[in-house]
């Protein structure tokens, strides 16, 4: 779907043509922050589908997807540009060996666009075949607050000064994503110039509706086992409970396993596919998985 998004039905569409399934909410904002050019932030556990809305929306609208991934130390240099060194100095030695040093001329060669590397930000702000791209400013909270500094003033104006070129101003402004997993707090200032949305675990029926859409060979009764086992299993005190994104994967794995349906066995020999730390496999291994299967079974039958 490249088409206009004229409706929050249309946005619910274009998502579920692309197998991410939303719920009115999500796809109320999303629509909001297409019509009105605003950056969306995306705030929730990890595996929520944060990362996943990006993509399919740059997919359903045809657009390019520009990725940066956020991580302690992040700086300008490498979201923003940076100069190739290496080639620069290449054409100094070889300026050099042909006795050809105009020293103003070859300095404004060295920085020009020939010489430039553009990171993501940057990229983001050039004109991209097929309209502006979807920028994803992934996981924000792993970054430290001048960097957030730094990116409030980017996404204020949608340009950046690169001193040896001057400003450089987006034709027309990327939609941006920005997530966070709440590793920290994101200053309020930034969040101001965005619209906000939580996006939380979604309810048995999304989340079967999901698996349906990303696992489709996986036959109703065991999407529906292991459905009702993941959200049973959120219920636990756990340090880190699954995503959907660990939903999906473990369906793939029992699909893998040519398992029919969901048993203490199967539990027990797949349970690192949906459980990421070793106190919580402790924790949920032997009678305790077959506590949790017993009542994922019975509130898989009510809701069935």
Not at 118 to 140: K, N, T, Y
Not at 233 to 239: P, V
């Amino acid at each position: 779907m490249s088409g206009k998004i004229a409706s929050i039905d249309d946005v619910e569409a274009m998502l579920a043509g692309q197998g991410y399934i939303s719920n009115r909410a999500l796809a109320t904002v999303v629509f909001l922050a297409l019509t009105l050019g605003r950056p969306l932030f995306l705030e929730g556990e990890a595996g929520v589908g944060k990362t996943e809305i990006a993509k399919a929306i740059a997919a359903g609208l045809g657009r390019r997807l520009i990725r940066l991934q956020c991580y302690e130390g992040l700086d300008a240099s490498s979201a923003v540009y940076e100069w190739n060194f290496p080639a620069q100095m290449v054409a100094i030695r070889t300026a050099e060996a042909m006795g050809d040093v105009d020293r103003e001329t070859l300095n404004s060669e060295l920085f020009s666009e020939d010489y430039l590397i553009r990171r993501p930000l940057l990229e983001a702000l050039s004109p991209q075949p097929g309209g502006a791209p979807v920028l994803l400013i992934d996981e924000l909270d792993r970054t430290d607050e001048p960097f957030e500094a730094f990116l409030l003033e980017i996404l204020s104006d949608f340009q950046v000064t690169i001193p040896e070129l001057g400003t450089i101003s987006a034709e027309q402004p990327p939609i941006v994503i920005l997530t966070s997993n709440r590793t920290r707090e994101v200053h309020d200032a930034l969040k101001r110039r965005c619209l906000y949305h939580w996006l939380d675990y979604p309810d048995f029926e999304r989340e079967l509706d999901i698996l349906r859409a990303r696992v489709p060979e996986a036959s109703d009764a065991l999407s529906r086992q292991i459905t009702a086992f993941v959200q049973t299993l959120r219920t636990e005190d756990l340090f880190k409970k699954p995503g959907v994104a660990e939903t999906i994967d473990w369906a793939r794995c029992l699909l893998a396993l040519d398992a029919v349906e969901v048993s203490p066995q199967v539990i027990a020999d797949t349970l690192g596919a949906i459980l990421k730390y070793q106190d919580d496999i402790a924790k949920i291994s032997g009678s305790e998985a077959a506590r949790i299967l017993e009542e994922a079974r019975a509130s898989a039958e009510m809701a069935g």
